[in-house]
């Protein structure tokens, strides 16, 4: 019932910034998590941050810690993710998802290219 639509991706060069926001459709309550993974080509997907709905608790990897900053408005079913000081090793398609404890929702992503 939850889809998750991503923007905000594009090219940026190393130490400039983008935003990415997830939109979701359907109703999100208190007990979701929503997070952000990405994917480079030839690697593993990787978690990067995750929220949760209330706003309670948050975690980021260890990776983008210090740069990257993720929040949420319930108001508009919407995730967000600040990214800063952008490197080219940040360079992935990153994807949004929902999750209940019962069943996980993901976006399609949004591609984030980081030139030096």
């Known amino acids: 019932q939850v889809q998750l639509v991503e923007a905000g991706g594009g090219s940026v060069q190393a130490g400039g910034s983008l935003r990415l926001s997830c939109a979701a459709s359907?109703?999100?309550?208190?007990?979701?998590?929503m997070g952000w993974f990405r994917q480079a080509p030839g690697k593993e997907r990787e978690f990067v941050a995750a929220?949760?709905?209330?706003?309670?608790?948050?975690s980021y990897a260890d990776s983008v810690k210090g740069r990257f900053t993720i929040s949420r408005d319930n108001a508009k079913s919407t995730l967000y993710l600040q990214m800063n000081s952008l490197a080219p090793g940040d360079s992935a398609i990153y994807t949004c998802a929902a999750n209940n404890g019962a069943v996980a929702y993901w976006g399609r992503g949004t591609q984030v290219t980081v030139s030096s």
């Open positions: 929220i949760r709905w209330n706003g309670g608790s948050i």
């Open positions: 359907g109703r999100l309550f208190s007990g979701f998590v």
